[in-house]
């Protein structure tokens, strides 16, 4: 992960503080102007750091189905201000304004951190905590969280093949079936994960961690104009922020 | 401690009972390892050498809960209450399963996780790491994601992250199993050096004493967690007769001539970049293939591809009508579903309590039946799923690196129920690192290296793969 492009560059405090910054303003200002500045944001940091714009929204594409649920639940349970349809279902400006503006604030959130997780090295972030005086094991909680993605996608994968030459039929077209598949799927998969967790665990003990209160930080973090840029971005969403709760944009 | 301090091992008395069990998986064992010694432990699978090494480097009961008597002692100091953390800057275990041991994402980093834990000066720990991956011939993965090596690729990743440590102590839990011929000669040539030269203790758990010729070691064999044997080092041992892997007599394969079973027209397979190109074989009722190579040749990928698993980039494969796939996996855990052994003997094939019991009696697996089948070691997990893939009855039958963690008497059992599917017109494809075993078993042998393709009879392979060089390939070489 230390070639790439954009946001691959920048130093991973830079890339963490930035999503910090990013997801703090989400949420800490209701504003639709505000969220779907930030989300052009990240696409098109996104696009900087490699992705074409079209793999960009593909990727998103699941997420954006949730939003839209997301969307639909609260226009159809938030009933405030002028009234645009009183049957069958009561939809109020006040519902839609909710709506995409929790659906807006899921989307930003959810793309901006798979940005994050796509270029950040999280071994490198560890350190970069440690360098910041952050203790080392919740460094460390953090990279072992990201260690068990690929993990679980490469189980998942070998389960359902191994569900195939057993010939165990997984389907989700009753509960009954949806039972059957989650015993079949997803407990061996969690039985691995937890195994995993264990022995992981004795692993880490035996190359004596937390022996010591403190450990070496070994890697050293190239500085990169990118970490400018990056926090740049970071910079703009804040006064970007900061100006609209001014301003009190919708 | 003064480095002066000698480090003699004193075991005394050593017993061990898990919690789930109504044995001993150690039963009053005791030995003396003087600092420097090299001593291999092999015996049975399930005899106890894996709770041994875990014992030896503490995470016995302090991590897996067990009662434990007896004593371990290191330059005469009693390990009973000493944190595995604190033991491993004596004591480094390389575990049996390399991906039960990786914790970070990066291969650099996790070579250098264990000496930034020992708080050094961030040059010696880049020193380190530097040499740990030439040491073990993978400077060139430093900078892959983990979760991207190959079984054998992490195995060596798993050793170099250990070897970093510079531990006065070294406990290989079958450091082969994952490893192709090339690495295992490379590995303990390594090993040898580091033995002589930093005069340090190497306690090795190994099924292939054959491949710890290079060690020369003195040789313990246990049985039912007690020592049963002790064989001095270089003594001469009749493998067999010691009940070891090594030489094989197995009778000569027929010829194969059935019918087609298989017919593999020029696929190709390779992640970024193929890995080999135009592979074309047909598979006939009655014969055994048997895959060799280097780590990373795509030999399991071959068998997904032979199973319907995943598609080739080109050509095609053509399956004859009636044919019964069934793949035992390099991880046996992946096919493991049900919460006891018997269910899972059970499941999708429902037969009454009494054929179980003789399918478990015949797995070596009796008196496991109530037990989780993901709590018994992996040798028995993996005759586990042995037992489950035939009780399919496949006439394909595909085998991805069964032979880990067996011992001989577990091996001639697969091999036997191998030769009972090809004997009733079934196919077997088999994976293995177990080259004199590939040369007494195989009607064929397939080569996969990068951009090498050798397929033929086994001496017919065996010669060429000598003219090329690769000796650690050929059976001689491990004879």
């Known amino acids: 992960m230390t070639g790439g492009r954009g946001l691959h560059r920048s130093s991973p405090m830079t890339n963490f503080v930035l999503l910090l910054a990013l997801v703090g303003v989400v949420l800490a200002v209701p504003s639709l102007i505000v969220e779907g500045a930030i989300l052009l944001g990240v696409a098109c940091l996104a696009i900087t750091s490699g992705d074409r714009p079209a793999q960009f929204f593909r990727r998103l594409r699941f997420v954006t189905l949730f939003a839209l649920v997301l969307f639909i639940a609260q226009a159809l349970s938030i009933h405030t201000g002028q009234v645009f349809v009183t049957s069958p279902v009561r939809i109020t400006a006040g519902g839609l304004l909710a709506g995409a503006r929790m659906a807006l604030r899921f989307l930003v959130i959810l793309s901006a951190s798979a940005l994050f997780v796509r270029t950040t090295d999280p071994d490198r972030l560890a350190q970069g905590l440690i360098r910041a005086g952050i203790p080392y094991r919740y460094g460390y909680l953090f990279i072992l969280a990201l260690r068990f993605v690929p993990f679980f996608q490469d189980e998942l994968r070998s389960v359902r093949e191994a569900q195939r030459v057993r010939g165990i039929k997984v389907s989700v077209r009753s509960p009954r079936r949806i039972a059957h598949a989650a015993r079949y799927t997803f407990v061996p998969v969690l039985v691995s994960g937890l195994h995993r967790v264990d022995s992981i665990a004795i692993s880490m003990k035996g190359r004596c961690f937390g022996l010591y209160s403190r450990r070496t930080a070994s890697r050293e973090e190239p500085q990169s104009g990118w970490s400018l840029v990056a926090l740049g971005v970071g910079g703009l969403a804040v006064a970007l922020a900061i100006v609209a709760a001014r301003g009190r944009w919708i | 401690m003064p480095s002066s301090e000698r480090f003699d091992i004193a075991i005394s008395k050593l017993s061990v009972r898990y919690p789930d069990r109504d044995s001993d998986a150690l039963v009053g064992f005791s030995e003396t390892i003087a600092e420097g010694e090299v001593v291999a432990i092999a015996g049975p699978s399930g005899c106890g050498k894996t709770t041994l090494c875990r014992t030896l480097a503490g995470f016995v009961p302090s991590m897996i809960p067990a009662a434990v008597s007896g004593d371990v002692c290191l330059g005469g100091e009693s390990l009973r209450n000493v944190a595995p953390e604190a033991l491993a800057t004596r004591i480094g275990l390389v575990q049996q399963d390399p991906d039960a041991q990786i914790c970070t994402l990066s291969a650099w980093q996790e070579v250098a996780f264990g000496p930034e834990n020992l708080c050094l000066p961030a040059p010696e720990v880049r020193a380190r790491v530097e040499r740990g991956l030439a040491e073990l011939g993978i400077a060139h993965l430093r900078d892959r994601v983990t979760t991207t090596l190959s079984g054998g690729e992490k195995q060596r990743l798993a050793i170099a992250s250990i070897l970093a440590m510079e531990p006065r102590v070294l406990l290989f839990d079958e450091p082969t199993a994952n490893l192709d011929p090339r690495g295992v000669q490379a590995l303990f040539a390594t090993l040898s050096d580091f033995g002589r030269t930093e005069k340090r203790t190497l306690v090795v758990i190994e099924h292939r004493i054959d491949a710890l010729r290079a060690l020369a070691p003195r040789l313990v064999l246990l049985d039912h967690g007690e020592t049963v044997e002790r064989y001095p080092a270089r003594e001469r041992i009749d493998y067999a007769e010691a009940g070891l892997r090594g030489a094989w007599a197995l009778p000569a394969p027929e010829t194969a001539s ?10 190709s397979f390779g992640y970024d970049e193929a890995l080999w190109r135009d592979l ?60 006891t ?20 009696l015949d797995a070596r697996l009796a008196g496991l039946d109530d037990a989780v089948p993901l709590s018994l070691s992996l040798g028995e997990q993996r005759r586990l799923t042995m037992a489950t893939t035939l009780a ?21 059992w697969m091999i036997s129920r191998l030769r009972e599917v ?3 017109g079934g196919t077997a494809v088999l994976v293995t690192h177990d080259i004199p075993l590939a040369a007494a078993l195989a009607d064929r042998v397939l080569y996969l290296d990068r951009g090498v393709q050798l397929l033929g009879p086994p001496d017919e392979v065996f010669g060429r793969l000598r003219d090329l060089g690769e000796i650690a390939f050929t059976p001689e070489t491990w004879s």
């Open chain 2, 392 to 412: 399919r009855r496949p006439n394909l039958l595909l085998l991805d690196e069964p032979f880990i963690g067996q011992d001989r008497r577990n091996v001639l």
């Open chain 2, 258 to 267: 059935g019918s087609p079973r298989i017919v593999v027209d020029r696929i």
């Open chain 2, 341 to 360: 052994v018997r269910q899972e003997i059970k499941l999708g094939n429902p037969r009454d309590a009494g054929g179980v019991d003789a399918e478990l």
């Open chain 2, 280 to 339: 074309s074989f047909t598979l006939r009722e009655g014969e055994v293939l048997v895959v060799i190579g280097p780590n990373g040749g795509g030999k399991t990928s071959l068998l997904r591809l032979l199973a319907g698993l995943a598609s080739s980039r080109t050509g095609t494969i053509e399956r004859s009508r009636g044919t019964q796939v069934g793949f035992v996996f390099q991880h046996p855990h992946h096919q493991i579903f049900e919460r």
């Open chain 2, 422 to 424: 090809v004997a009733a």
